[in-house]
């Protein structure tokens, strides 16, 4: 149990320093996962909504989540600033100069991106 508890911390201080939203958490019981307080079943997979912004799977008592929209990864663009708002796993990003008003490299990449 020492070796699997310090190959998690081990993990999680990478994870950190990668700056990626990724985790696992020990199971409530044999194969299933516990996320927030919520027990799911082995293979169950969900979305896990603003401000977690997660996409999880339970195998064999192993919860897995990667992280989606916003907390998939670290994204920049020049001339952007990345808005921090906790209701919505949309990246959204204002000019760095004038932050009230919306990105046009953003919104350029987006509408290429929704075609």
């Known amino acids: 149990m020492c070796s699997k508890a310090l190959f998690v911390v081990s993990i999680h201080l990478l994870l950190l320093f990668c700056d990626v ?4 958490f020990d199971p409530p019981s044999d194969n299933e ?17 603003a401000p977690h912004c997660e ?14 929209g916003k907390k998939a990864g670290v994204a920049s663009i020049q001339g952007c600033v990345l808005v921090d708002d906790d209701s919505t796993c949309e990246m959204q990003f204002v000019d760095s100069m004038d932050e009230t008003q919306p990105c046009a490299a953003w919104e350029q990449k987006r509408g290429v991106k929704n075609e």
Request: aromatic fraction near 14%.
């Open 21 to 24: 939203e990724s985790c696992c």
């Open 33 to 49: 996962c516990e996320y927030e307080g919520w027990v799911f079943a082995p293979g169950a997979s969900f979305k896990a909504p």
């Open 55 to 68: 996409d999880c799977t339970c195998t064999a008592g192993i919860l897995s989540c990667d992280g989606y």
